[in-house]
């Protein structure tokens, strides 16, 4: 079986695409050589093997060359992703290669100029550049979370450092819930109301982050690490429901494969990249289960990572999977098992479905506890139930309107009792203004009862001004539809915008281009059966002159001989027997 033939038809679900970098100045100064050819027309990858000459091809969803900017990558890679995970899918991206091919380059980018940030940063401002252009009726919850994976042990990149170093030992735990799918118990996570805030988390955590220098990097990522962010989106449909989506995205940068003979790891870095590569290696066993159409068991829960990327491989969510690659002759053989693992994963199947109206939706949650507090805020009552909520019958109905009206009581009789109280506290004080003859004591003891009420009211105040700020505070946690958050982001998605239009008019000359290229290939291929008809029919030919010269000379033979025998006078060609005259010509016989 060829490198790019598998059973079965591909999944629109999984994309891989290869990117590799150009030689760094290191491998320019030690001599080496580049041995990948990439073409973003045909989408292929050529592999020279640097001893025997031989090329092996490979093709992928798209391929990007050494010449790739971040905004292409983004516009091609992450962008629909995010789109899908603003409708309610789940989305993984992430980046698998060797140490030192350029994964965090291509995940998070270089700091300052906008168009060498990378896949996570551009995705901040996309998610709130596609709020900020949705309608007003729809409603958004972004959360974020972020941590690592460092010698098999979980670790919360957003948590205070005393709570970090108290799960340092054993890590936090993987779960598994029918509901939430697999999760991480006890992850910090962070609402966000703007791409800023993101930016400003994910600096947070990576300073938190475990890297280390090797002599292939000097600044190695020693973990895996993995960025999500939540996003429930609420709005109100034709018959009144509410109907609420999560989407999940799942942004990972996966340390990279290395070999000690190479990266020279010793002490921790070697116990460090023992881990990295078993995780990498139970990611590729389980890609190779995915994918080879015998296996009846997934070795999901083989390691950690493995465990958190169950849905992206092989279950719910739209995942795509970016191989890079280093070009330099002496990494051969990484090149290689880079490209065959990114070929296997071409093949595994998932399943994404749209996350509808679920029950642990914090969305939801939020929506029903800012209704009760503007409720108990202005006095009002709950007189019919959201029709969101899922059916009930006839005894919960009515203890829930029971419910409802005690709490009404409650509220109106509060409402009252203020109400009294400020009208008690008012004729007090025009009782002490008028009342002339009225005794110290008497005095004393109605200032004290005014004091006391007003130390109530007061009270009360307090609590409204409470429940008001709690309100501005959920409120404010809520994103609605059509409102500019995206602050200093704002540039950074209007570059990729206009980056996304640049892409689309390059796919569409390369789409022009493959056209032509693929109608001169079948020009040339009919040119080459023409030519091949045309050699069959010169090789003919030249078999029939070849028989006609034996002839003539047979002919010749024959004449020279007749004229041996009638030497006494020459026979003209006119007293040849008509069989000579058939074959042979007045010229000839001359001759």
């Not at 090329?55 to 992450?78: C, L, M, R, W, Y």
């Not at 509060?414 to 005095?443: F, K, T, W, Y």
């Not at 001004?465 to 539809?481: D, S």
């Amino acid at each position: 079986m060829a490198e790019n033939e598998a059973p079965g038809e591909r999944n629109e679900n999984i994309r891989v695409v290869v990117r590799g970098r150009p030689l760094s100045t290191g491998e320019l100064e030690a001599g080496y050589e580049s041995i990948v050819h990439f073409d973003s027309v045909q989408q292929t990858v050529a592999l020279k093997d640097p001893h025997s000459g031989a090329v092996k091809s490979f093709t992928f969803d798209h391929v990007f060359g050494p010449d790739s900017t971040q905004p292409d990558i983004f516009n091609e890679v992450a962008r629909p992703i995010i789109d899908n995970v603003l409708e309610g899918y789940n989305g993984t991206i992430f980046a698998y290669g060797q140490t030192g091919s350029g994964k965090t380059h291509t995940m998070e980018g270089g700091s300052g100029k906008a168009e060498l940030r990378g896949i996570i940063p551009n995705s901040f401002a996309h998610i709130f550049g596609q709020i900020a252009k949705a309608e007003a009726h729809q409603k958004f919850l972004v959360r974020v979370s972020y941590f690592e994976i460092y010698m098999e042990q979980i670790r919360d990149l957003l948590s205070k450092k005393t709570d970090r170093e108290k799960v340092l030992v054993t890590g936090l735990e993987v779960k598994e819930d029918k509901e939430k799918g697999v999760y991480v118990k006890g992850l910090t996570e962070q609402v966000v109301h703007s791409a800023d805030d993101l930016d400003k988390i994910m600096a947070l955590g990576k300073k938190n982050r475990v890297t280390g220098a090797t002599k292939m990097n000097a600044h190695s990522s020693r973990s895996h690490a993995i960025f999500s962010v939540t996003i429930e989106r609420s709005e109100r449909i034709s018959d009144g429901r509410l109907h609420i989506c999560v989407g999940k995205l799942n942004l990972v940068d996966l340390a990279g494969s290395e070999r000690q003979s190479k990266s020279e790891a010793v002490d921790d870095r070697l116990k460090e990249a023992a881990k990295i590569n078993h995780g990498l290696s139970n990611l590729g066993n389980v890609i190779a289960a995915l994918t080879d159409g015998k296996s009846t068991h997934v070795p999901y829960r083989n390691s950690k990572l493995t465990r958190i990327l169950q849905d992206s491989l092989g279950g719910n969510s739209k995942t795509v999977m970016c191989a890079n690659l280093g070009p330099a002759n002496y990494n051969h053989e990484e090149t290689m098992n880079t490209l065959r693992y990114a070929t296997r994963a071409k093949w595994i199947k998932n399943a994404a479905k749209i996350n509808e109206d679920p029950k642990d939706a914090v969305l939801k949650r939020l929506e029903e506890e800012i209704q009760a507090l503007r409720q108990q805020l202005n006095g009002s009552s709950d007189t019919g139930r959201d029709s969101e909520e899922e059916e009930e019958d006839a005894e919960d109905a009515k203890r829930r309107m029971a419910l409802q009206k005690e709490r009404k009581e409650r509220r109106d009789a509060r409402a009252r009792e203020l109400s009294q109280m400020q009208a008690e506290i008012a004729a007090q004080r025009r009782e002490l203004e008028q009342n002339e003859r009225m005794g110290e004591q008497q005095r004393a003891k109605l200032r004290q009862d005014i004091a006391d009420k007003e130390g109530k009211l007061d009270v009360a105040e307090k609590e409204r001004q409470g429940l008001l700020e709690k309100l501005n505070r959920l409120e404010k946690t809520i994103i609605v539809g059509g409102e500019n958050l995206l602050d200093k982001a704002e540039e950074q998605e209007r570059m990729l915008e206009e980056s996304a239009k640049e892409l689309e008019l390059r796919r569409k000359k390369e789409q022009e281009l493959r056209k032509t290229l693929l109608s001169k290939k079948t020009e040339r291929t009919k040119m080459e059966e023409k030519f091949a008809t045309l050699q069959e029919i010169a090789a003919a030919k030249k078999l029939e002159e070849s028989r006609l010269k034996a002839e003539l000379n047979s002919l010749k033979t024959d004449l020279k001989g007749l004229r041996q025998v009638c030497p006494v006078y020459m026979i003209t060609y006119s007293h040849l027997p008509a069989s000579f005259q058939h074959n042979i010509s007045p010229e000839i016989y001359r001759a």
